[in-house]
């Protein structure tokens, strides 16, 4: 599904928007099936529960299914028109299941700034890195949903809006919202959730973690290798014709990333 100026007006207006039946229904199944293969359903798990309930797998993965759902452009041309750039970086992504923790304490209320940027919350939206969280398989009221405070109620808990939502759902906000998981209260079942961050690229000050120190990681190398300029200029690379490529550069960028002019795009 394509996003529309009504989302974006809506993303506008409460700094989030919710999105159901986002991706085909094939490419949704696609995406919980992978998400199972890491992140095993409760009831493999329940004998043996994993710490603080929770299991997490962070870019860049080795199903590679994963670091090209990154690549999105729908959903990248969104954040090029919130962010009001289109030079736009990928910043973060992992995935996370939740599982059954009743007597668990609620989480509180926080923004994503404090580990995001090295600037303080602003109101213009520019300085807000824009979160994506896709839920592959139906969440309900038991199952650890998101809760939400929509822009103009700062942190009135009162104002929350509580992500129970269908499968195939997703939700794309401003990181300086309030926000935080619920507990998950049922005793059965599991949340999953796939996270990708953007931000401007020209933003220095930003970045929920570096990704500059995995130029050797094997994942990182396999996936790089096979994008076109256009994609790998999202996670940081010079563009063609930067003074930077020479036959001897091209050469070892060759070597550590195979593919890398397959298409041409940095002949000499």
Request: net charge negative; glycine share 6%; no cysteine.
């Amino acid at each position: 599904m394509k996003l529309t100026d009504d989302h974006f007006r809506t993303f506008l207006d409460q700094g989030f928007v919710v999105v159901e039946d986002f991706y085909p229904e094939e490419r949704r199944a696609e995406i919980a099936e992978g998400l199972r293969r890491t992140h095993p359903p409760w009831e493999a798990l329940a004998d043996d529960p994993p710490e603080n309930r929770l299991l997490r797998d962070d870019f860049p993965y080795a199903d590679m299914l994963f670091n090209e759902f990154i690549i999105d452009w729908d959903l990248i041309e969104f954040v090029q028109r919130a962010l009001d750039t289109e030079e736009i970086h990928f910043r973060y992504a992992h995935n996370w299941a939740r599982y059954p923790d009743p007597g668990a304490e609620q989480r509180p209320l926080h923004i994503d700034n404090g580990n995001n940027s090295l600037l303080p919350p602003n109101s213009d939206v520019r300085y807000g890195q824009i979160s994506t969280w896709y839920f592959p398989e139906a969440v309900d009221e038991n199952q650890a949903p998101m809760r939400i405070v929509p822009k103009a109620h700062g942190k009135d808990l009162s104002k929350q809006v509580l992500l129970t939502v269908p499968a195939g759902t997703i939700m794309i906000f401003n990181a300086h919202l309030w926000h935080s998981a619920t507990v998950f209260k049922g005793s059965e079942g599991q949340r999953y959730s796939a996270t990708r961050i953007y931000g401007r690229a020209d933003h220095y000050w930003e970045g929920v973690s570096s990704f500059t120190n995995l130029g050797m990681n094997e994942h990182f190398r396999a996936f790089i290798g096979r994008l076109p300029a256009r994609e790998r200029a999202l996670f940081r690379f010079p563009p063609p014709g930067h003074e930077y490529y020479t036959r001897e550069t091209l050469a070892r960028l060759e070597e550590q990333y195979p593919g890398w002019n397959a298409r041409g795009e940095y002949d000499l």
